[in-house]
Each structure stands twice: as structure tokens, then as C-alpha cells.
T-cell receptor, first 113, second 114 residues
């Protein structure tokens, strides 16, 4: 179950701290973005999304920021908990194409007590 | 997500064997996808289907085939398995009901080709 996380960049944080996971996307025409969380032995789970007409969107303990100028996406997790330990993927979609998501390679978040 | 199920969850097979991975969904979505995931890599699209009569190749379709038996079922076949097809395989579904492409994933099938 840990094989997904091998060779990925890893972010290590202390429990209770805030986490920021970054993603550079590839297509300047992409207009929709999603963050997924993948726990060991499970499929990716939807966390939060954002459209390109927004710069920021907040969910429960999570915030996504979009900087279209530099094609950068970030996921902020407040008060990180052990249950947040997982691999996080960003995905981009260009609705003018054939609606296919393009996934990043992922970042592993390790939360330490 | 229990709305998207995959069988089997684990499979070991030998080089040259034909195998089928199955995916079922109860979300009522029209669109279904097959991805593979390898260590250190993101998800790569194998095939996708926008409805029962629509099948499209993804970026890595060679060595694979699919069948969309019904709106709720989308199966992936490896006609003659080879060791570099050892990977995690995920099925996903989506619709454009909200005007955006949010995909929902099954739990995955871990395949080992010896």
C-alpha cells in the first residue's frame, strides 16, 4: 500500500501545524482544478476544487489557492492531523478539450505527533 | 468511494495470460475511466468512455482493451499480460451535471504480472 508514495516529494509536518502542498500545472488554458487525497491502499478521494475564475476557495480545514499568472496551485491544510497523512494529487482540466483530467505526480504528506 | 467498486482487489497472473478487471458504479454517471498508477508517478489514462456507445483511447492504451457493457459497468482487459503491466489500476466515474469534470475513484486493483 505504500508503493504509491515511493520516490515522491515528501512534506513532513508536526501535528497541529499548517501544511502547504504545491502544484505546478501544465496548460495555461486549463480552467478547472481539483485536489485529491490518496491514503494507503485506497483510491484517490476528492478534497476540493476551484474554477479558473477564482483565486481562492475554502473548505473545511482546507483552502485552495490558484495563481494563473505562474500556473501554480496550492492546497493549505489547517491544524494538520495524523489522518491527513496521505499522497496528495492536483489535477487540471481544460473543458475546451475532450474533458480529460491531467494529474500531477503527487506529494506525500507525513504528519508527525 | 463505495459507489465505485472494482474486482478483483488483488491479482497475480503470469506473462501471456489474459485477464479482466471489472468496474461497477451506482452513481448513475455516464463517464467512466481506467487509469494505471505506478510508484512515483501520477495517474495515467488508459481508456475512457463517455457513454455506452463511446470508447476512447487514453495516453497508454497499447496492450489493453475495454468493454462498456452497460452504463454502470466498464471492464479492462489485458490480452496478453506482461511484467511491465504490473501496477495499481483505478476505475473512475464522472458526469458534467455541475458543468465540471470531477472524477470519483474506485478502491483500485493491485496487479502483479510474473
Amino acid at each position: 500500500g505504500e508503493s504509491v508514495g515511493l520516490h515522491l516529494p515528501t512534506l513532513s509536518v508536526q501535528e497541529g501545524d499548517n501544511s502547504i502542498i504545491n502544484c505546478a500545472y501544465s496548460n495555461s488554458a486549463s480552467d478547472y482544478f481539483i485536489w485529491y487525497k490518496q491514503e494507503s491502499g485506497k483510491g484517490p478521494q476528492f478534497i476540493i476544487d476551484i474554477r479558473s475564475n477564482m483565486d481562492k476557495r475554502q473548505g473545511q480545514r482546507v483552502t485552495v489557492l490558484l495563481n494563473k499568472t505562474v500556473k501554480h496551485l496550492s492546497l493549505q491544510i489547517a491544524a494538520t492531523q495524523p489522518g491527513d497523512s496521505a499522497v496528495y494529487f492536483c489535477a487540471e482540466n481544460f473543458s475546451g478539450g475532450y474533458n480529460k483530467l491531467i494529474f500531477g505526480a503527487g506529494t506525500r504528506l507525513a504528519v508527525h505527533p | 468511494d463505495a459507489d465505485v467498486t472494482q474486482t478483483p482487489r488483488n491479482r497475480i497472473t503470469k506473462t501471456g495470460k489474459r485477464i479482466m478487471l471489472e468496474c461497477s458504479q451506482t452513481k448513475g454517471h455516464d463517464r467512466m475511466y481506467w487509469y494505471r498508477q505506478d510508484p512515483g508517478l501520477g495517474l495515467r489514462l488508459i481508456y475512457y468512455s463517455f457513454d455506452v456507445k463511446d470508447i476512447n483511447k487514453g495516453e497508454i492504451s497499447d496492450g489493453y482493451s475495454v468493454s462498456r457493457q452497460a452504463q454502470a459497468k466498464f471492464s479492462l482487459s489485458l490480452e496478453s499480460a506482461i511484467p511491465n503491466q504490473t501496477a495499481l489500476y483505478f476505475c473512475a466515474t464522472s458526469d458534467l451535471g455541475r458543468g465540471q469534470e470531477t472524477q470519483y475513484f474506485g478502491p483500485g486493483t493491485r496487479l502483479l504480472v510474473l
